[in-house]
């Protein structure tokens, strides 16, 4: 059922989140010391070494776990609406794509950008889907307690009313809209 599909939604986006929030604690490490490199002078060759290294990380980020965004994106461009996975992945992959482009042109780089995005959005994910999980229980639990029957007033009008009316258990599937109930305190 609709649990079914979330748990393997849930479990899916943990893979994604497990494999880019690994990878992007490495790029941060990285990025740290490229940027403490450029305050206290580093050797340009160990500076494209970090570069490469934090291109090669931030490529599984970006294209794996960054994959159900990239998806989406694609999916409400074609159907003419711009949804919140659109800015997700304009704004990683923009960041992914300048840096390259930066490694090239030494320029600064900010993979560490793509993969944050990427992470901490895969994480917001998990953690809603977990939740939908947790009420969609809860709604189930209180469609059970919905009765079976309910007690019906056959030919309802006042006159009959001020006389005392007798109700008939009914099951639920035959009341229709327009029908009166008579609901006991």
Same mark, same amino acid.
Request: one cysteine or more.
């Given at each position: 059922?609709?649990?079914?599909? =979330?748990?393997?939604?849930?479990?899916?986006?943990?893979?994604?989140?497990?494999?880019?929030?690994?990878?992007?604690?490495?790029?941060? =490490? $990285?990025?740290?010391?490229? &940027?403490?490199?450029?305050?206290?002078?580093? /050797?340009?060759?160990?500076?494209? $070494?970090?570069?490469?290294?934090?291109?090669?990380?931030?490529?599984?980020?970006?294209? &794996?776990?960054?994959?159900?965004?990239?998806?989406?994106?694609?999916?409400?461009?074609?159907?003419?609406?711009?949804?919140?996975?659109?800015?997700?992945?304009?704004?990683?992959?923009?960041?992914?794509?300048?840096?390259?482009?930066?490694?090239?042109?030494?320029?600064?780089?900010?993979? /560490?950008?793509?993969?944050?995005?990427?992470?901490?959005?895969?994480?917001?994910? $998990?953690?809603?889907?977990?939740?939908? =999980?947790?009420?969609?229980?809860?709604?189930?639990?209180?469609?059970?307690?919905?009765?079976?029957?309910?007690?019906?007033?056959? /030919?309802?009008?006042?006159?009959?009313?001020?006389?005392?009316?007798?109700?008939?258990?009914?099951?639920?599937?035959?009341?229709?809209?327009? /029908?009166?109930?008579?609901?006991?305190?």
């Amino acid at each position: 059922g609709r649990n079914t599909v =979330l748990e393997k939604e849930r479990r899916d986006y943990f893979y994604r989140f497990s494999i880019g929030s690994f990878f992007a604690m490495n790029v941060m =490490l $990285f990025t740290f010391a490229i &940027y403490a490199g450029y305050f206290h002078g580093m /050797d340009g060759r160990l500076k494209s $070494f970090f570069e490469y290294l934090s291109w090669a990380l931030a490529t599984p980020v970006m294209f &794996y776990s960054g994959y159900p965004f990239i998806v989406n994106s694609y999916k409400s461009v074609k159907n003419g609406v711009l949804n919140m996975d659109v800015l997700v992945f304009l704004g990683s992959f923009s960041a992914y794509a300048y840096s390259v482009w930066a490694v090239f042109s030494d320029l600064e780089v900010y993979f /560490d950008t793509t993969c944050m995005i990427i992470t901490l959005i895969l994480l917001g994910r $998990f953690i809603e889907i977990g939740a939908k =999980l947790r009420h969609s229980g809860a709604v189930s639990r209180l469609l059970s307690y919905q009765p079976q029957t309910v007690r019906h007033l056959a /030919d309802f009008c006042m006159e009959k009313y001020e006389n005392g009316l007798e109700a008939v258990l009914v099951p639920l599937k035959l009341v229709k809209p327009g /029908d009166y109930l008579e609901v006991l305190p």
